[in-house]
């Protein structure tokens, strides 16, 4: 089965409002996360990371938690914006340079 | 910013012929990676490379596939007789963790295969 997995498929979000993005993952070996964006045509672009020794990491606008207890993963993004719009994924490593992706989270704010 | 490039943009071939994808990784980076994305479908690993060999494959990665890093600027995948099957994205990424101290991989805006 899957290593790596998000909880909803599809997130519509009003412009403005914070965004939460879940992910589920199994392997309790992994030690490090990362949430990438993907838009339409595009490449996965890198978001924000963060290692297992940590619970929490804060970027521009966009922060990680981590829950080891139960292997939970979420991405929240302040005040979406449109250029929000596009396909999460979170992907875990467990220290062997191959990331496992999870199946994606398809964004699409309002305006 | 430094990239990681890939060309070309979209290939399309007949099946049973070989092609070849193309990336330059992030200069100075160390680690390259192959993934593929089939239509609406995650991204999945295929291969890692360090040092002029692979480090570790992935059960999709087999004998019709072969990487090699030709020179000092690209890193290349290559599939010997492609089959329908192997119409995907393919992307190419790279990543220092010895730089960056992490592990975080850089990707590439991929190439689009169809296979005919």
């Known amino acids: 089965g899957e290593s790596v997995g998000l909880h909803l498929p599809t997130l519509s979000v009003q412009e403005g409002d914070n965004s939460i993005i879940n992910c589920a993952y199994s392997n309790s070996a992994s030690d490090y996360f990362i949430w990438y964006k993907q838009e339409s045509g595009k490449g996965p672009q890198f978001i924000i990371d963060i290692r297992s020794n940590m619970d929490k990491r804060q970027g521009q606008r966009v922060t990680v938690l981590l829950n080891k207890t139960v292997k939970h993963l979420s991405l929240q993004i302040a005040a979406t914006q449109p250029g929000d719009s596009a396909v999460y994924f979170c992907?875990?490593?467990?220290?062997?340079?191959?990331?496992?992706f999870g199946a994606g989270t398809t964004v699409t704010v309002r305006a | 910013e430094p990239e990681v490039t890939q060309t070309p943009s979209h290939q399309v071939t007949q099946m049973g012929q070989e092609v070849i994808l193309r990336c330059v990784p992030i200069s100075n980076h160390l680690y390259f990676y192959w993934y593929r994305q089939i239509l609406g479908q995650k991204v999945e690993f295929l291969v890692s490379?360090?040092?002029?060999?692979?480090?570790?494959k992935s059960e999709i990665f087999d004998d019709q596939f072969s990487v090699e890093r030709p020179d000092g600027s690209n890193f290349t995948l290559k599939i010997r007789s492609t089959k329908l099957e192997d119409s995907a994205m393919y992307f190419c990424?790279?990543?220092?963790?010895?730089?960056?101290?992490?592990?975080?991989?850089?990707f590439g805006p991929g190439t689009r295969l169809t296979v005919l």
């Open positions: 990424a790279s990543s220092d963790p010895g730089r960056e101290g992490t592990d975080t991989q850089y």
């Open positions: 490379f360090y040092n002029n060999e692979i480090s570790e």
């Open positions: 992907a875990e490593n467990t220290g062997d340079y191959k990331l496992s």
